[in-house]
Nanobody, 125 residues
């Protein structure tokens, strides 16, 4: 079992920045990937960014490339999502997720077994 706790959400104006954190506990050695997903009102949940925990390789969905950065601090079992140049369309509930699936390098929701409770990000224009 893996437990995930997110923090760092909030409200900002367009163009601003936020950093989300996700701290994992439990059987973290089994994690192959950590990812951030988001779900806006009346929309499906979408994968935003992924980091492979051993290789450190990353994946970003097109809409956030060049603005968001996913990183990890293995000593703290923590993954971060630095979000810059935020736009109103980034408004969503952001979820941290962990996967031990071999194909977790792309954020397919079904491959992620463990989820955090979510943290709200609101960007005003």
């Amino acid at each position: 079992q893996v437990q995930l706790v997110e923090s760092g959400g909030g409200s900002v104006q367009a163009g601003g920045s936020l950093r989300l954190s996700c701290t994992a506990s439990g059987d973290t050695n089994s994690n192959k990937c950590m990812a951030w997903f988001r779900q806006a009102p009346r929309k499906e949940r979408e994968g935003v960014a992924v980091i492979r925990t051993r290789a450190g390789s990353t994946y970003y969905t097109d809409s956030v490339k060049g603005r968001f950065t996913i990183s990890q601090d293995n000593a703290k079992n923590t993954v971060y999502l630095q979000m810059n140049s935020l736009k109103p369309e980034d408004t969503a509930m952001y979820y941290c997720a962990a996967s031990n699936n071999l194909f977790c390098g792309t954020p397919v929701e079904a491959w992620y077994r463990y989820w955090g409770q979510g943290t709200q990000v609101t960007v005003s224009s």
